[in-house]
């Protein structure tokens, strides 16, 4: 279903409908905010890619094959952007330092903080690992992705995107060996 109202809003958008541009946008905006935040490490240069994400999109919307889906199609460009700016020597900072000083400060249950230390642990793993890893650990871990969802995303066949998947859990294992039950 929100694929056919995705196709919808496309083609409107190719017969010049700016409301319905906006309207992917506002949809779109969190989701591929967050796949580079989680590729990139850095909300700054998360917030930057989305931005030109969708400058690429109403720029080549036209170049979009409606056989696909438009969400693949989005993930991609964000996916690419994200490593193409890692590859250029993006600042890889694993979080910022300010929001670090809030969790700290901020009063709640043990259990609560316990689990912003492990989600802090885990980013910054990731953080360590190459860019591919990364992106691949973020499609399928954070944004729920399906084996062959990733796989039109990163242009790969579904057998690669497991065979990947797997090496890149893998490594983030042996990251994150000192969390795990012995």
């Not at 700016?18 to 989701?31: D, G, K, M, N, S």
């Not at 905010?33 to 930057?48: H, M, P």
């Not at 042996?174 to 795990?180: G, N, P, R, V, Y």
Request: aromatic share 8%; charged share 35%; proline share 3%.
């Amino acid at each position: 279903m929100e694929e056919d109202h995705d196709s919808a809003l496309v083609e409107r958008c190719r017969n010049g409908d700016r409301a319905a541009f906006t309207e992917l946008v506002v949809h779109y905006q969190r989701p591929i905010y967050n796949a580079a935040y989680r590729v990139l490490g850095n909300a700054e240069d998360a917030s930057d890619i989305a931005q030109i994400v969708f400058l690429k999109v109403a720029e080549r919307l036209d170049e979009y094959d409606p056989q696909y889906r438009f969400f693949s199609w989005i993930y991609r460009i964000a996916i690419n952007e994200s490593l193409n700016l890692l590859r250029r020597g993006a600042r890889e900072e694993p979080l910022d330092e300010d929001d670090e000083r809030a969790d700290a400060e901020s009063p709640g249950p043990e259990s609560r903080a316990s689990a912003a230390e492990l989600s802090r642990r885990v980013q910054r793993a990731l953080m360590s690992m190459r860019g591919d890893d990364r992106a691949v650990l973020t499609l399928r871990h954070f944004s729920d992705c399906s084996y062959s969802e990733i796989g039109e995303i990163l242009e790969l066949g579904e057998k690669t995107v497991k065979s990947r998947l797997f090496e890149a859990r893998q490594r983030l294992r042996a990251l994150l060996k000192d969390l795990m039950p012995a």
